[in-house]
């Protein structure tokens, strides 16, 4: 079940050279940025249902406009946000397959997705946000002005057949960051 949004690639070789290990590494992103960051923590910004994204319409098994479950926070890096991350299911799975996302808290989604069984992760897809993707309008809200282009990736994780889409976008501090 590939990305259906033709805004977002499904091959690496148009990614920048300095994001590209960061970007394709299909390993928790949460245990990679804890390898590196003397004090990790998830600032919670958003979990509660609201519309979503209309390159996600579709995805998450949201037909007609339907509101999900949204789930957004920054994985903080020594007191900077690294990683904004956005996840996204139906409301139908969050009563289900995804119940505990509502439960999360301050808990990083990759402690609960790269350790239960009977998830099953679905590759990679890449994307650079337009200042007028909502994701990026979003993120200057809780973050200010971001003048660095800023990259995204995707996946779909799959439980009991219920669809939870988690989206990270890539913020200036991971370059201080060792590869």
């Known amino acids: 079940m590939p990305s ?32 590196r960051c003397p004090d990790f923590a998830v600032q919670k910004l958003v979990s509660r249902v609201r519309p979503v994204n209309p390159d996600e319409r579709g995805l998450a098994g949201l037909r007609g406009g339907r509101p999900g479950y949204v789930r957004e926070v920054f994985l903080m890096c020594d007191g900077r946000p690294a990683i904004y991350a956005h996840s996204v299911a139906s409301v139908r799975a969050v009563q289900g397959a995804w119940r505990g996302l509502k439960r999360q808290g301050l808990k990083p989604l990759g402690e609960t997705l790269f350790v239960q069984r009977g998830i099953r992760r679905f590759p990679l897809s890449y ?27 995707r996946s779909l994780f799959l439980r009991a057949g219920a669809p939870l889409w988690v989206t990270e976008v890539f913020l200036p501090a991971v370059f201080e960051l060792a590869p």
Not at 9 to 33: C, H, I, V
Not at 130 to 152: E, I, K, N, Q
């Open 4 to 35: 259906s949004a033709s805004a977002w690639l499904t091959t690496p070789l148009a990614l920048p050279r300095s994001l590209r290990g960061w970007l394709t590494d299909d390993g928790s992103l949460t245990a990679r940025l804890k390898a």
């Open 127 to 153: 994307r650079r946000l337009s200042p007028t993707h909502p994701l990026h309008r979003r993120l200057v809200r809780h973050f200010g002005h971001v003048s660095a282009p800023l990259w995204a990736r």
